[in-house]
Nanobody, 117 residues
Framework: QVQVVESGGGLVQPGESLRLSCVAS????????MGWYRQAPGKQRELVAV???????NYADSVKGRFTISRDNAKNTVYLQMDSLTAEDTAVYYC???????????WGQGTQVTVSS
């Protein structure tokens, strides 16, 4: 059974940092592009950052220069380092694994990030 599990969310103050982690099943991780998405209340889910299986990255304009996505293939883990957080970053963050062979998507359950003073 394929699993995608996020962790690391929480409550932080504006300007602080947080690192999210996502562990995916070994059977899919190496053949997947891994991405982080987020959904704020009343808004559609949006792409935050993606890292391809070969390591190429892409970011939403709203997080460029503040967020960094990385992957550790030995640990089947993708990370999202979030710096200089603002209230606008408050959302549920979801990890996504997309198979490069078929385009099949697997989603985690989401982790809440709240930025508030």
């Amino acid at each position: 059974q394929v699993q995608v599990v996020e962790s690391g969310g929480g409550l932080v103050q504006p300007g602080e940092s947080l690192r999210l982690s996502c562990v995916a099943s070994r059977m899919i991780f190496s053949i997947s592009d891994m991405g982080w998405y987020r959904q704020a209340p009343g808004k559609q889910r949006e792409l935050v950052a993606v890292i391809e299986s070969r390591g190429k990255t892409n970011y939403a304009d709203s997080v460029k220069g503040r967020f960094t996505i990385s992957r550790d293939n030995a640990k089947n883990t993708v990370y999202l380092q979030m710096d200089s957080l603002t209230a606008e970053d408050t959302a549920v963050y979801y990890c996504n694994a997309r198979l490069i062979t078929s385009g099949t998507n697997y989603w985690g359950q989401g982790t809440q990030v709240t930025v508030s003073s």
